[in-house]
């Protein structure tokens, strides 16, 4: 049969689910879930950075877990629940993380922003109240240009209270 003949495969699709939303992508092509969240979703409050692993700002929850999307392919990703920056809040209340972050203006540029409050609720979810040791194990591979890691230090301290009920 000549090539021209054969039918092309079907594409291959299927969906992730993202903030709570099933959303049908393509899994053709190699790509990043960094990439499908920016440029198909339009979800661009997750950041590209380095591109290759070692900032941090691309962090989002799969499954709970704060993971590199810039360096986790598209595929690895297809059925598993991914939260991004802008799934955190519940409806109009802030998560405690961004809370804490905004109480305690940790943030100058706000590039880092987004990754670093990515993986501060991922310890918060398994450990509620960190040591300042943990917190900055957590946010270890999380890089802020601004050097603003004492504010960041304070507002995951005040993120852990604000979600124990507490005041800060
Ligand atoms: S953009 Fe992913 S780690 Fe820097
Ligand atoms: S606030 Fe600018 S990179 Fe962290």
Redo the contacts with the bound molecule.
């Keep these: 049969m000549p090539a021209e003949d054969r039918a092309a495969p079907p594409p291959r699709r299927s969906q992730l689910r993202v903030n709570g939303i099933d959303r049908d992508v393509s899994l053709d092509r190699d790509r990043s879930l960094?990439h499908v969240l920016r440029e198909e979703l339009g979800l661009t409050g997750t950041?590209?950075?380095?591109?290759?692993?070692?900032?941090?700002?691309?962090k989002v929850l799969v499954d709970g877990v704060a993971i590199?999307?810039?360096?986790t392919p598209i595929g690895e990703a297809v059925g598993r629940s991914i939260t991004t920056i802008e799934g955190l809040a519940d409806g109009d209340r802030l998560h405690p993380v961004q809370q804490g972050f905004l109480e305690a203006g940790a943030f100058q540029c706000g590039f880092c922003t987004p990754g670093m409050i990515i993986a501060a609720a991922a310890l918060l979810a398994r450990t509620p109240r960190p040591s300042e040791a943990e917190v900055r194990a957590a946010l270890d591979g999380n890089l802020c240009r601004c050097g603003g890691y004492l504010r960041i230090l304070d507002a995951v301290d005040r993120a852990s209270r604000i979600a124990q009920g507490g005041t800060v």
């Design positions: 960094l950041k590209y950075g380095c591109g290759e692993g070692e900032c941090g700002a691309c590199r999307s810039c360096s």
